[in-house]
């Protein structure tokens, strides 16, 4: 009750504007997003494909994953040519407000939006996560891009994640051992040769059931680059956890 007094006080004097579209929160605030933004957010539903991930988009009076009717297995892409982690869930799609709100998160040093985004993640995706997870392994920057944005997105994500699972996180069980080019600006091709050989894991990983933890899912490449160290070091499953993924892209 003293919380949310003081945060009605403060609002008064100070109002708190969302960083997506600049109104005061007001009510259904996740902040420091408004309730308009969080409500607006495509959320997935349960996956379709257990490999990839690939899932519905929820209707938008839909807030909660819905149990799903079937269970999930491999879509044709994934039954060919499978990544290589074991599994991959999103929160939601890649547009919008959302998107919006991830850069801000990452380029305009929005470091509360941790709180909402790793809160999306774990209400949408909890439900389907396997058991018996022994840790979350964020992906690591590059030193000088974490030295120049101050912070490493996918670092503050698992600790909230981590929090809501009850599952440690384990920073150092994965490194950039290179720099690479920034995803971005390349194609598909360019994305997989630009991060191969680029992450190095500790022998800790051994025997153990990791989940990874990205901002979002692209092509794929970059986490496929890190299950493949992670799976060199001896992790015996390799999970995948972003909070936005971009539909229709190739994993």
């Not at 801000?104 to 939006?113: Q, V």
């Not at 979350?136 to 698992?158: K, M």
Request: hydrophobic share 45%.
């Amino acid at each position: 009750m003293l919380a949310s007094f003081t945060v009605a006080a403060l609002d008064l004097i100070f109002p708190a504007l969302c960083p997506v579209c600049e109104t005061t929160l007001g009510a259904g605030r996740r902040d420091p997003l408004c309730g308009t933004c969080w409500d607006a957010i495509a959320r997935l539903g349960p996956p379709w494909c257990d490999v990839c991930g690939a899932a519905p988009v929820l209707a938008a009076t839909l807030r909660e994953p819905p149990p799903s009717s079937t269970p999930p297995h491999p879509c044709a892409a994934c039954a060919s040519d499978p990544p290589a982690y074991d599994y991959a869930r999103a929160a939601a799609v890649y547009e919008g407000g959302l998107r919006d709100a991830l850069h801000a998160f990452k380029f305009s040093g929005r470091r509360a939006l941790a709180s909402p985004l790793g809160d999306l993640a774990t209400e949408q995706c909890a439900a389907s996560l396997p058991g018996r997870i022994d840790a979350l392994v964020p992906v690591p920057l590059a030193r000088e891009r974490e030295r120049e944005r101050g912070f490493n997105q996918s670092a503050l994500l698992a600790r909230r994640i981590g929090r809501r699972l009850a599952v440690p996180v384990r920073s150092g069980w994965l490194a950039r051992v290179r720099s690479t080019r920034p995803q971005s600006d390349l194609s598909a091709v360019e994305r997989r040769a630009n991060v191969r050989g680029a992450f190095r894991a500790s022998h800790r990983v051994t025997d153990r059931h990791v989940l990874l933890v990205d901002d979002i899912l692209t092509t794929g490449a970059t986490l496929d680059a890190c299950a493949r160290a992670l799976r060199a070091a001896g992790a015996s499953r390799i999970g995948v956890l972003t909070v936005a993924r971009v539909v229709h892209a190739a994993v």
